[in-house]
């Protein structure tokens, strides 16, 4: 099992910045990626950024260039930099723990979430 605790929403002004952290724990050298996703009130969860064990990070085209996503393997935490905030920006963000668990040939894939972070972008 993995646990997800996200922190560092809150309310901030067009333009401004904010710092997402979500410390992980867990069997945690079984993940293959650590995301962030957002939900907004009446729309459907999706993912602002990703990070692949290893890998590059992809962003949503919505989030490129100002948002950025980070890992201290150290502290098992994951950062989201939120730059440039736009009142669209608003929501719930969720930090995601993905699993590739194979079982033979058969694969399962294991998605763990935190309860989420309001950030509200308005003046």
């Known amino acids: 099992q993995v646990q997800l605790v996200e922190s560092g929403g809150g309310l901030v002004q067009p333009g401004g910045s904010l710092r997402l952290s979500c410390a992980a724990s867990?069997?945690?050298?079984?993940?293959?990626?650590y995301g962030w996703y957002r939900q907004a009130p009446g729309k459907q969860r999706e993912l602002v950024a990703r990070?692949?064990?290893?890998?590059?990070?992809n962003y949503a085209d919505s989030v490129k260039g100002r948002f950025t996503i980070s890992r201290d393997n150290a502290n098992n935490t994951v950062y989201l930099q939120m730059n440039s905030l736009k009142p669209e920006d608003t929501a719930v963000y969720y930090c995601n723990a993905y699993q590739a668990r194979y079982l033979g040939i058969r694969r399962d894939d294991l998605n763990y979430w935190g309860q989420g972070t309001q950030v509200t972008v308005s003046s």
């Open positions: 867990g069997r945690l050298f079984s993940i293959n990626a």
């Open positions: 990070i692949l064990t290893g890998g590059s990070p």
